[in-house]
T-cell receptor, first 116, second 113 residues
Framework: DTGVSQDPRHKITKRGQNVTFRCDPI?????LYWYRQTLGQGPEFLTY????????KSRLLSDRFSAERPKGSFSTLEIQRTEQGDSAMYLC??????????????FGQGTRLTVV | QKEVEQDPGPLSVPEGAIVSLNCTYS??????FMWYRQYSRKGPELLMY????GNKEDGRFTAQVDKSSKYISLFIRDSQPSDSATYLC?????????????FGQGTRLTINP
């Protein structure tokens, strides 16, 4: 499968615990995005990377959230001290951007987080 | 007011019907318009991708953009039960070089056999 891969697909955690999600983008895609989707809503932008540089963060990304893309390939999203309001689907997407080319974003299957 | 408004439905139509899905937006900076299909508990899948006003057709799907009215539509002809899903409109402006997408709420569509 050469699409965007996310792991785990599901995560149940107790309030206050830390969780980490992983995203492997499509090979050669230099842009990687994180979105959050709650039930009955469309995805909301959280942050994006151009290669290893994190270039923009939404105000939705509180201090408890941190994202990394250390080698410009896979990315991790960590949530510290989880709260029930963090329960959502966390979606990763990737795209390729060059001077004369900018592809659309392809999404992974998401990681569904439930905080109990 | 949200930047992108989409009727959440649910919308239920018989098989073979023509389906019309719509979104309105308020940000004039949006230049790229997309429709995604999302099956239950799956990630969004890109259906149509358009730039500027006009129509774009792909098989049974037609995307329409009217930038003067800030209104986009997706038409599905000869609808099939397999088209049952949530349809999300998405838009972007080039901000800092990234196509950061702003999504509508999604319309839940059911095609009845």
């Amino acid at each position: 499968d050469t699409g965007v891969s996310q792991d785990p697909r599901h995560k149940i955690t107790k309030r206050g615990q830390n969780v980490t999600f992983r995203c492997d983008p499509i090979s050669e895609h230099n842009r990687l995005y994180w979105y959050r989707q709650t039930l009955g809503q469309g995805p909301e932008f959280l942050t994006y990377f151009q290669n290893e540089a994190q270039l923009e963060k939404s105000r939705l990304l509180s201090d408890r959230f941190s994202a990394e893309r250390p080698k410009g390939s896979f990315s991790t999203l960590e949530i510290q001290r989880t709260e029930q309001g963090d329960s959502a689907m966390y979606l990763c997407a990737s795209s390729l951007a060059r001077r004369w080319l900018n592809t659309e974003a392809f999404f992974g299957q998401g990681t569904r987080l439930t905080v109990v | 007011q949200k930047e992108v408004e989409q009727d959440p439905g649910p919308l239920s139509v018989p098989e073979g019907a023509i389906v019309s899905l719509n979104c309105t937006y308020s940000n004039s900076a949006f230049q790229y318009f997309m429709w995604y299909r999302q099956y239950s508990r799956k990630g969004p899948e890109l259906l149509m991708y358009t730039y500027s006003s006009g129509n774009k057709e792909d098989g049974r799907f037609t995307a329409q953009v009217d930038k003067s009215s800030k209104y986009i539509s997706l038409f599905i002809r000869d609808s099939q039960p397999s088209d049952s899903a949530t349809y999300l409109c998405a838009m972007s402006a080039i901000i800092q070089g990234a196509q950061k997408l702003v999504f509508g709420q999604g319309t839940r569509l059911t095609i009845n056999p």
